[in-house]
């Protein structure tokens, strides 16, 4: 297996892995270290069947359950399709976090493209490690201890039409109270938990106040420094470490058509193993 940075901040492209076959124990923990180390990995033309999809993302860990909003791949309950044109348009198309306000964050995502625009379409992702580590030591020391709420954020968008659709997702989606400054339970690395999605309020502080510092954060993060950008081609499969990344989908292929398979792993088997390659 061969990895090749992306950029030297995030991102790596990997080679010499055939997914079409059963991976053996060694190439699954090549893969699971090269993510680790590269915070979202990349293999080009994988273009493998749903039933090897779905046993790669088994290797890693425990599967999220079928999406509440999503459709799913016939057959296969736990691959979300994603699928978007003029007539069903993207609705997350801002930088987050997934699912940051469900008390399991997901450890991570396995993508794959099925269908891609001509032009556009592209993923973004950026590190939080590397927005924690540019922050100044005193900000560091001042954030250090807070914690944000999150909540559906820009899923309202979904349930908007009544106060009754409103109310009933937000009892569904609920809220979950993190740290704004994270340790990677794996890596030991610490990266700044946030994201302007989902984080809806700063614990403790006055809405003025809480507004002024999601603003501050939101620009901080948003440094192409810190970021990476795939242009997919059919067949490419993409897996990212959930908990020290964001990404966001970029909606500028319409009316074109773009469609993707993803499988979330909520938990990571691997998890508790203190890895010297990427500690």
């Keep these: 297996m061969q990895t090749r940075k ?8 990997v080679e010499g892995v055939d997914l079409s076959q059963p991976l053996t124990d060694a190439a ?18 994988a273009d493998i069947s749903p039933q090897a999809h779905l046993a790669l993302a088994e290797s890693f860990g425990e599967l999220d359950g079928p999406h509440p909003l ?19 348009p993207p609705d ?27 032009v556009g379409g592209d993923t973004m992702w950026s590190s939080c490690y590397a927005a924690y580590d540019r922050l100044p030591e005193g900000m560091k020391a001042d954030l250090e201890g807070l914690e944000a709420i999150h909540d559906m954020g ?5 349930f908007g039409h009544s106060p ?20 990677h339970p ?21 809405t003025s106040e809480a507004n002024a510092l999601k603003v501050w954060l939101t620009n901080h993060m948003n440094k192409p420094e810190d970021q990476m950008r795939w242009r997919w081609q059919k067949g490419d499969l993409a897996m990212w470490d959930n908990r020290c990344t964001m990404h966001y989908a970029v909606a500028d292929y319409l009316p074109s058509y773009r ?9 990571d088997r691997r998890e508790g193993q203190r890895l010297k390659e990427v500690s």
């Design 28 to 45: 699954a923990d090549g893969l699971y270290r090269a993510l680790l180390q590269h915070q979202v990995i990349f293999l080009r033309g």
């Design 259 to 267: 469609c993707m398979n993803r499988i979330t792993v909520v938990k």
């Design 154 to 158: 820009d899923f309202r968008n979904s």
């Design 186 to 206: 794996v890596t030991g690395r610490k990266f700044l938990n946030f994201n302007e999605a989902f984080v809806v309020h700063i614990n403790g502080m006055g």
């Design 70 to 88: 999503y459709p799913h791949v016939e057959g296969f309950e736990r691959i979300v399709k994603l699928e978007n044109d003029s007539g069903a």
């Design 164 to 183: 009754e659709a409103l109310n009933d997702g937000m009892a569904r989606f609920g809220h979950m109270i993190r740290p704004l400054i994270g340790t």
């Design 92 to 118: 997350t198309n801002c930088w987050h976090t997934d699912l940051t306000f469900k008390p399991v964050q997901p450890f991570a995502s396995i993508l794959i493209a099925r269908e891609v625009p001509e």
């Design 6 to 13: 992306v950029t030297p901040a995030i991102g790596a492209e």
